[in-house]
Nanobody, 126 residues
Framework: EVQLVESGGGLVQAGGSLRLSCAASGFTFDDYAIGWFRQAPGKEREGVSC????????DYVDSVKGRFTISRDKAKTMMYLQMNNLKPEDTAVYYC???????????????????WGQGTQVTVSS
């Protein structure tokens, strides 16, 4: 059974850092492109970062460039999202998701991501 489980969320002051983790079962993070998404209250789910299994490259949306870093462990069973210099507007539920259609990132089209974790809450206070 394919499953993704996120962890690492919490409450942090503006300017602080958090590292989110995403654990996979039923597949490895070498099989598919993996995306991190977030959804703030009253807003649509949006892509944040994507990791290409094909070449290990990473993509970031403009709002998090220079602050967030996506990575994968050597065993390819864990994905991470290191978030630095957090801002109140980063407050959201964060999800990791697997794109079974691609190994290389090509945007953040939600329906291309077949498997989703349950999400982890990140709250940034001002």
């Amino acid at each position: 059974e394919v499953q993704l489980v996120e962890s690492g969320g919490g409450l942090v002051q503006a300017g602080g850092s958090l590292r989110l983790s995403c654990a996979a079962s039923g597949f490895t993070f070498d099989d598919y492109a993996i995306g991190w998404f977030r959804q703030a209250p009253g807003k649509e789910r949006e892509g944040v970062s994507c990791f290409s299994a094909s070449d290990g490259s990473a993509d970031y949306v403009d709002s998090v460039k220079g602050r967030f870093t996506i990575s994968r462990d050597k065993a390819k069973t864990m994905m991470y999202l290191q978030m630095n210099n957090l801002k109140p507007e980063d407050t959201a539920v964060y999800y990791c998701a697997a794109n079974l259609m691609r190994r290389r990132c090509a945007g953040y089209v939600l329906h291309e991501y077949s498997y989703w974790g349950q999400g982890t809450q990140v709250t940034v206070s001002s």
